[in-house]
């Protein structure tokens, strides 16, 4: 091959390959990325659109398990009278202790008007027994329907060999006050 074939063929490679070069960073890059961009909001839309049929069939069913669900939600809320809402948080509360066999050293009540919506019944309840008992009276709290939250749990040692335990339980109680029309 002669140097001026050899000259002319490299200069058609190199120019073959800048170009390749700009149609890849000009052209194709950005149709591949509008591309992607361009399925990604597809499937977005059809996420919406799945969820916009989910909540269609929901109305068109009737209302009544949400209306019930808060229905019973609002049956377990303490009831306004407070001395009612005490009993009934300390009845529970002996029957967890009866239920569990733990022994309850004292039940500190104390109201807290929140908001005019609804009010807040906090209680410290101190308990002992063992690890066994206590973790009963937990599950009890628990499992129990009544619009009781435990915020706060501590745990002691009342012997050297941890057998024997105290039990500090912060709960809050809710009561929801009426709505006036």
Sequence with gaps: MQI??????????????VSLFAADRLVLSPLLKAW???ATRIADLHKNIDRANAMMQREQLPNQSIRSRWE?????TLTNNNSAAEQRVFKAVDLWAQNSGVAISAITPQW???????MTFE?????????GKLSRF????ERDPMALKLELV?????DKEGQQLSM???LSGLVLTPQKR
């Design 4 to 17: 001026k074939n050899r000259q002319q063929l490299l200069i058609m490679v190199t120019i073959a390959a």
């Design 36 to 38: 992607s961009m361009r």
């Design 72 to 76: 019973q939600m609002s049956r377990n």
């Design 112 to 118: 807290k008007h929140d908001s005019d919506d609804y």
């Design 123 to 131: 209680c410290r309840v101190d308990a002992a027994g063992d690890l």
């Design 138 to 141: 937990l599950y009890s709290v």
């Design 154 to 158: 501590e745990l002691g040692a009342r």
């Design 168 to 170: 500090g339980l912060q």
